[in-house]
């Protein structure tokens, strides 16, 4: 029996290449970048699946360019930006994600960047290798408290809940701006976003990236914040305004950042931000633990060939595509 023809657009975990080498006819691209645009439309020509990874971005042209015999789609992460959904829904094309097994590594990671930024800690650490360490001092790279602060978190999905179970380890109150999302881990909703603002001493973003959070943190949402207040990202880089998070940063209007996150990625090591010292960035690595990517990769995988069987994917971003609700 033919194997059914899929294209991986770049190395994942063996937890995952594994099914798909053994349930596939797999091509499976050994670059460390992604593929070109122009290598992407010539490798997914006659294809039945794609795994493709959030650098990939999988339009109406991508899937045209595939022929009608795709099957299916499966995005290695569980935001799905770089896909247009609705050029997938239009012909029919299930598409999966990876939700759920991040959340614990990515809400790890945003509590690691709020406190490393309320600490200063990776300013502290090139402080310390530039030899400027001569002796204790009382008022040596002083930083902000966590308890009995605020923390202010914008979107209460899986990881702003995940987040908010940690906060309470600090002694951090914690409120949200999540319109329908119900309480949990003591967290208090706010009515608005300029009430969280206004409330904050931290504030982390959870949301998706779509029209209405694109460029949403911009000067204006930005003079609202407190005076030594932290923002920290780990949803998507094109939620900020960085050119106005540099302003923000360097006339003090908040006290630092700490960004999983930027615009474009990678970022260019000429972006004014990487000049600041109450800048943190960090390579979009909050999946980035051994068993989450493994489990991402296996997911990826399974909603992979299932849509190869015709099955239900696990994770599918637009069940609308199953007219028949099997
Ligand atoms: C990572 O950013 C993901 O969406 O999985």
């Given at each position: 029996m033919t194997k059914p023809k899929v294209f991986v657009t770049r190395i994942i975990r063996d937890a995952g290449l594994d099914l798909v080498r053994e349930f596939c006819d797999a091509e499976i691209w050994q670059d460390d970048l992604p593929p070109t645009r122009e290598v992407l439309l010539e490798k997914v020509r006659g294809l039945d699946g794609?795994?493709?990874?959030?650098?990939?971005?999988?339009?109406?042209?991508?899937?045209?360019?595939?022929?009608?015999?795709?099957?299916?789609?499966?995005?290695?992460?569980?935001?799905?930006?770089?896909?247009v959904v609705p050029d997938a829904t239009a012909r029919g094309i299930p598409v999966g994600n990876t939700?759920?097994?991040?959340?614990?590594?990515?809400?790890?990671?945003?509590?690691?960047?709020?406190?490393?930024?309320?600490?200063?800690?990776?300013e502290a650490e090139r402080y310390l290798r530039a030899?400027?360490?001569?002796t204790w001092s009382a008022s040596m790279l002083l930083g902000v408290d966590l308890a009995g602060k605020t923390l202010g978190l914008v979107g209460f999905g899986r990881i702003g809940r995940a987040v908010a179970k940690r906060a309470a380890g600090f002694g951090l109150r914690v409120i949200y701006f999540s319109p329908n999302a119900t309480p949990e881990f003591g967290?208090?909703?706010?009515?608005?976003?300029?009430?969280?603002?206004?409330?904050?001493?931290?504030?982390?973003?959870?949301?998706?990236?779509?029209?209405?959070?694109?460029?949403?943190?911009?000067?204006?949402?930005?003079?609202?914040?407190?005076?030594?207040?932290?923002f920290v990202n780990t949803s998507r880089g094109q939620v900020v305004d960085?050119?106005?998070?540099?302003?923000?940063?360097?006339?003090?209007?908040?006290?630092?950042?700490?960004?999983?996150?930027?615009?474009?990625?990678?970022?260019?090591m000429t972006s004014p931000l990487l000049t600041l010292e109450n800048c943190l960035i960090v390579p979009?690595?909050?999946?980035a633990s051994e068993k989450?990517?493994?489990?991402?990769?296996?997911?990826?995988?399974?909603?992979?060939?299932?849509?190869l069987k015709g099955e239900r994917l696990p994770h599918c971003i637009n069940p609308e595509v199953y007219t028949d609700n099997k």
């Open positions: 794609l795994l493709c990874l959030l650098t990939d971005r999988i339009d109406g042209e991508v899937l045209d360019v595939a022929g009608p015999q795709l099957k299916v789609v499966s995005n290695h992460a569980v935001g799905f930006d770089n896909i939700p759920g097994i991040l959340t614990d590594a990515t809400a790890d990671l945003a509590f690691a960047l709020l406190l490393a930024a309320a600490r200063r800690v990776s030899g400027k360490w001569k967290a208090t909703p706010v009515s608005s976003l300029d009430e969280l603002l206004h409330q904050s001493d931290f504030v982390s973003v959870h949301t998706p990236l779509n029209q209405s959070t694109r460029q949403m943190v911009n000067a204006e949402f930005l003079a609202k914040m407190k005076p030594n207040a932290v960085q050119e106005a998070l540099y302003q923000a940063l360097t006339s003090s209007q908040i006290f630092a950042a700490a960004l999983d996150v930027t615009d474009p990625e990678p970022l260019p979009h690595i909050g999946s989450t990517r493994d489990d991402m990769a296996r997911l990826a995988a399974n909603n992979l060939i299932a849509g």
